[in-house]
């Protein structure tokens, strides 16, 4: 490994020389690749790419430790049977509702309040709840090698975003902090806001109603709307990110489209499907298209910076 190698945790091979050679080319002034730092775009999917996304989406960990919470003042819940399945742990009910239900969950657990209050019970989850199977915090299980990846990508000039189909308010709580990514470079799921005078103080409420969903044919239009521009480089982990990588790879020029696949059942989990998504159609095109597939067990020599 060269001294000033900037992604160590990626093992040398053809994975690792198509990110390098990618970047090589879009930053060679004078070359046929080149494209000027204005238009380097970069965007990333949270989970399952950035950070890791079993046994569930961090975020309905965060649900469900909601739902714990304000139960003592919901005693009614009780006779809902998706509200109790979350209260007694039976995630097989839960998973049979769909996203239907797990929407349903998220309304009553993050609308009704201020954007403030929102972003505080945010931070304070974060700062506390520990995985299951690692039992360390939730932003200690970003992926090292992206985060290698994120600051050489900044390093030459690009401007990275994250374009998920997670919360937006409840991305950009730690997004700075763990990545480097400012909130108004954080592209998600958000549901209505209201501007209101709440005790003589201007404020936004968080309404139980659904302003945009940032997945699948969603990212596009997300990364349209909000950045106005085409991204030259895409990194996602599932089918929700093919339009994502569709939208990227199909500019006119140099594109990097990459996909994260998690094959490493002993530092990580290995899995193509889970209950809320998989990789099939996008690892299909990726086959088709010459898209780059990362095989986390043979491409990281590192999965997550607490590792020896």
Not at 18 to 42: C, D, M, Q, Y
Not at 158 to 170: A, L, N, Q, W, Y
Not at 234 to 253: V, Y
Not at 264 to 285: C, H, I, M, N, Q
């Amino acid at each position: 490994m060269p001294c000033n190698d900037p992604l160590p945790s990626w093992n040398e091979g053809s994975t690792k020389e198509s990110i390098l050679k990618f970047v090589r080319g879009v930053t060679t002034s004078g070359g046929p690749s080149f494209v000027k730092p204005e238009e380097r775009i970069a965007v990333f999917d949270n989970d399952g790419t950035l950070w890791s996304e079993q046994p569930f989406y961090f975020q309905l960990a965060f649900v469900f430790d909601r739902m714990k919470t304000m139960a003592p003042q919901h005693p009614e819940w009780k006779d809902n049977p998706l509200y109790a399945a979350v209260l007694t742990g039976d995630m097989k009910t839960v998973a049979a509702g769909g996203l239907k239900g797990l929407m349903e969950l998220a309304m009553i657990t993050h609308a009704g309040m201020t954007t403030e209050q929102f972003a505080k019970i945010t931070a304070n989850w974060i700062a506390s709840a520990r995985h299951p199977k690692f039992d360390r915090l939730y932003t200690e299980l970003i992926f090292q090698p992206m985060l290698e990846l994120l600051e050489y990508l900044r390093a030459n000039l690009f401007k990275t975003f994250i374009v998920s189909g997670g919360g937006i308010e409840f991305m950009r709580v730690f997004a700075e902090k763990v990545y480097g990514i400012p909130p108004e470079q954080v592209i998600g799921s958000s549901i209505v806001t209201k501007f209101e005078i709440v005790n003589g103080v201007p404020a936004l409420t968080r309404l139980a109603e659904l302003n945009f969903m940032d997945d699948n044919v969603g990212k596009p239009v997300g990364i349209h709307r909000h950045i106005g521009r085409r991204p030259i480089a895409a990194f996602g982990n599932s089918d929700g990110d093919l339009q994502m990588l569709q939208w990227t790879s199909g500019c006119a020029g140099s594109s990097l489209a990459l996909l994260v696949h998690h094959t490493d059942a002993v530092r990580e989990f290995a899995y193509d499907a889970s209950p809320l998504g998989k990789l099939d159609v996008a690892l299909t095109e990726a086959k088709a298209k010459g898209w780059t597939v990362v095989d986390m067990k043979n491409d990281w020599n590192r999965v997550f910076a607490f590792e020896a």
